[in-house]
């Protein structure tokens, strides 16, 4: 597959996932925003929309430019514009908006025959952290149980689930992330590499059934990038045998001889190489709270924190009605009510709510000031422990007690835009 074919299929999943969720990519007022770098909250929306109109234009350029230089320019406009605007709201990180930064980047530093091998790593890191993010005693009967339960769904077969002895129901999710390990072994050599591809195959299919209309109804964003993984998987993987240098390279993309000539083509290449290493190690310092769990490719995994955001039972007309379909009474106080954030965010933009406890915490504050609460709680239930599951809970009992815990993360978790109420009524 030419270099120029490569471009093209990352810049149609990119624009699919970015009308599928066009919601979080606008400055809306549906849902409360957080920076990542507190400073680039204050822009204004005059910023947000020229960052989108770059990266509408770089898409344009990726699909149709007629040579690999305007391709190569396209897909740097493209990493800039979309890393960006995750810098403006951190809720724009969402995993396959980080993979598709890499690989803009990657496919304007690098000729065709580095990208290839450098996206095919990439694809390979993926499969492996995903797996490791899903190595623990919760998963089994939380997400792991969620998807078996979709794909039964799916299927006709739910009530068949249901009634499986509880050994096999705690045991049929753990063979998840053990397919996606295998997974990602066997497309890193040669020699396993198709049967690696039709596993792959396999269980993106189980996943968009799982998550599609006939399963758990989810949000067309998970089910496109699924379905990008099936046709990227196809690009990069399916030929058994190494392609020719000049199979995998436009007659005008350049060559990287040995001579000086070339050495900006060798830097490139360099370049890209450093980008795909630096990806591929970044989730191993997840445990240690120095990689977020998307970047860290830790989807649909069960042990990032959990946050909850209550209102005190005085204070809960405020938040009506704009709010009232994600209210429900607190399980252990009924004093307060809990705010569903997750579906909210669902609702709101389309998108998963970024899983970090910090993004949560600004989400809180910015629903205390927008509604005018004189109080609100939040609490905090840390990362699960791989092997045992325990929790370390802490609760956050009134404004002043979340404010100092926001200002106590390394990355911004203060808002800069809250919820527009009048904004939630016109959606609701």
Request: charged letters at 15%; hydrophobic letters at 50%; proline letters at 7%.
């Amino acid at each position: 597959m030419k270099w120029r074919r490569f471009v093209q299929v990352l810049a149609l999943g990119h624009m699919s996932l970015i009308v599928a969720t066009w919601p979080l990519w606008i400055p809306t007022a549906a849902f409360p925003r957080v920076a990542l770098i507190e400073a680039a909250g204050h822009g204004g929306a005059s910023v947000e929309w020229l960052c989108l109109a770059i990266l509408l234009a770089s898409l344009t350029g990726m699909m149709f430019g007629a040579n690999p230089p305007v391709q190569r320019v396209a897909s740097v406009g493209l990493g800039v514009s979309t890393l960006a605007l995750i810098v403006i709201n951190q809720h724009r990180l969402q995993p396959w908006a980080w993979q598709f930064v890499l690989l803009s980047l990657i496919l304007a530093a690098a000729d065709g025959q580095t990208a290839r091998r450098a996206w095919q790593w990439l694809v390979i890191s993926i499969y492996f952290w995903s797996a490791w993010s899903k190595v623990d005693v919760a998963f089994s009967a939380t997400h792991g149980y969620f998807m078996l339960a979709g794909f039964c769904k799916s299927l006709g077969l739910l009530s068949l689930c249901e009634g499986l002895p509880k050994q096999v129901i705690t045991t049929l999710p753990a063979l998840i992330p053990l397919v996606e390990f295998l997974i990602a072994f066997g497309l890193a050599f040669r020699s396993t590499r198709r049967v690696a591809l039709i596993g792959a195959t396999v269980m993106h299919v189980g996943l968009i059934l799982a998550l599609g209309p006939l399963g758990h109804g989810h949000q067309p964003g998970v089910l496109i990038w699924n379905l990008f993984f099936l046709i990227q998987n196809g690009c990069l993987f399916a030929k058994a045998r190494a392609e020719l240098p000049d199979q995998n390279r436009d007659s005008s993309e350049p060559v990287a001889p040995s001579d000086p000539v070339a050495s900006p083509v060798v830097r490139g290449n360099r370049l890209a190489t450093v980008i795909v290493a630096a990806a591929m190690l970044w989730p191993a310092f997840e445990s240690f709270g120095y990689c977020d769990h998307w970047p860290a490719w830790a989807v649909y995994a069960s042990h990032p924190e959990r946050v909850t955001v209550l209102v005190p039972v005085d204070e809960i007309a405020k938040v009506r009605p704009a709010l009232d379909q994600y209210l429900a009474p607190h399980w252990s106080n009924d004093e307060w009510y809990s705010i569903r954030i997750d579906r909210w965010s669902l609702d709101a933009v389309r998108a998963p709510i970024y899983p970090q406890d910090r993004f949560q915490v600004g989400v809180a504050l910015a629903i205390c000031e927008q509604f005018g609460l004189n109080r609100i709680s939040v609490v905090i239930e840390g990362p699960a422990n791989r092997w045992t599951g325990k929790r370390t809970v802490n609760q956050y009992p009134d404004r002043a007690a979340v404010e100092k815990l926001a200002s106590s993360f390394r990355c911004n978790a203060i808002p800069y835009q809250g919820v527009s109420p009048q904004k939630m009524q016109e959606l609701n």
